[in-house]
C-alpha cells in the first residue's frame, strides 16, 4: 500500500469527495493512508469502515470536504453478502477460526423464510471481534487476549434482506448470497451469524460486497488502480475523479448576496434576502456565493441564519 507523497506545482484544490472502490485485503485506514500520500494532502478521512477482507463503496473525504464527513455518519447502507453454513467463526467472518457445527439440511426455501425475522428494526449483538469500546478497550483486544467481551444488543434496522443465490452443491455445507438494504452500525457479521442459529446449524461471512454508502454507489466507484493512474497524470486528472463537496446531500440553498457573504466569512449571523424561509430546522443549509459556488452551511432558525463551516478564506 506505499507510495510516494505527491507535489501539486499548479496549485489545483483537491476539495472533494472520492468515491473508492476498496479491494478486499487494506483496511480503511490504510485506504486513507495512500490517498493521503498519493494526493499530498494533510486532511483526508472516510465514512464508514469497512473490514480488510471487504470491498466495495468507501467514500474519501479530501481538503475541505473532511468538513462534511459528519453529514454522513448516518447514511444508509447496502451490501452483498456470502453466508457460509455448516460452521462458526470466532470472528463471525471467514477471518476466524472455524468451528463445524452439525444442523439439519439446509435449502432455499428454509433460509428464505429465516429472512423474515431479519426485516424491520432488529436487535444484534455486535461480534465479538469489534472496535466497540469495553472499559476502555476495544473488544477485538479483548478477544484476542482470551477474554470474552460483554457487548450490548443494540437497535438496528433493515430495510431489505433478500436471498439472491443458493449453492447446495456441498449439501453440509450450503452458500446464500443475500443482499442488505440497512441503518449506519448494522453488523452483517452479526446477520450471518445468527441467520445460522435461527436455522440451527452454524453460520459465518464468506464475503462482502459495500455495494452503497448513502448517496455513493459502487457502479461511480473508482479502483485504486485507476486513482493512482490519475496521480501520475497530474493533479487536475486526480480533481476529475472527486465529486462536490455537497455531493449527495438533500440540503436546502440559500443564495448570498456580496455582504452576506463577507458577514459568513467573518462568522457573523445574517438575515438573508433570497433563498430563506419556512420554520426552524435541525438540518443544516448550504450558502451559496453570489455565483453560485458552496462556500459553507449554516442553520436556519426561522428569521437569521447561524454560519456553521465556513468553506472559504477570509
Known amino acids: 500500500m506505499s507510495a510516494p507523497a505527491r507535489r501539486n506545482p499548479g496549485g489545483i484544490r483537491l476539495d472533494g469527495i472520492l468515491v473508492v472502490d476498496k479491494p478486499a485485503g487494506p483496511t480503511s485506514h490504510d485506504v486513507v493512508g495512500l490517498v493521503r500520500r498519493l494526493s499530498g494532502m494533510k486532511r483526508v478521512g472516510h465514512g464508514g469502515t469497512l473490514d480488510p477482507f471487504a470491498r466495495g463503496v468507501l467514500p474519501i473525504f479530501l481538503g475541505r470536504a473532511t468538513r462534511v464527513v459528519e453529514y454522513h455518519l448516518g447514511d444508509r447502507k447496502q451490501y452483498r453478502a456470502t453466508v457460509c453454513f455448516g460452521a462458526s467463526s470466532t470472528t463471525d467472518d471467514l477471518e476466524g477460526e472455524l468451528t463445524p457445527i452439525p444442523g ?157 457573504l463577507k458577514a459568513v466569512v467573518r462568522g457573523q449571523f445574517i438575515r438573508p434576502t433570497t433563498g430563506a424561509s419556512g420554520p426552524p430546522s435541525d438540518d443544516p443549509v448550504r450558502l451559496l456565493s453570489p455565483a453560485g459556488e458552496l462556500v459553507g452551511f449554516g442553520r436556519w432558525d426561522g428569521t437569521r441564519v447561524m454560519p456553521d463551516k465556513v468553506l472559504v478564506d477570509a
Open 104 to 260: 439439519p439440511l439446509l435449502d432455499r426455501a428454509a433460509v428464505e423464510a429465516a429472512l423474515g425475522a431479519f426485516r424491520g428494526p432488529i436487535v444484534q449483538v455486535p461480534p465479538a471481534y469489534s472496535a466497540i469500546k469495553v472499559a476502555g478497550r476495544r473488544a477485538y483486544a479483548l478477544a484476542r487476549a482470551g477474554q470474552r467481551p460483554e457487548l450490548s444488543p443494540r437497535s438496528v434496522e433493515i430495510d431489505r434482506i433478500e436471498l439472491l443465490d443458493w449453492d447446495a452443491s456441498d449439501p453440509e455445507r450450503p452458500i446464500a448470497v443475500v443482499e442488505v438494504d440497512c441503518s449506519a452500525g448494522t453488523y452483517i457479521r452479526a446477520i450471518a451469524r445468527d441467520l445460522g442459529t435461527a436455522l440451527a446449524t452454524g453460520a459465518y461471512l464468506g464475503a462482502l460486497t459495500r455495494t452503497a454508502s448513502g448517496p455513493f454507489q459502487l457502479t461511480d466507484a473508482v479502483p485504486l488502480d485507476a486513482v493512482r493512474s490519475a496521480v501520475e497524470d497530474g493533479p487536475a486528472a486526480l480533481a476529475k475523479l472527486l465529486k462536490p463537496i455537497d455531493a449527495g446531500l438533500h440540503l436546502a440553498a440559500i443564495s448570498l448576496t456580496e455582504d452576506e
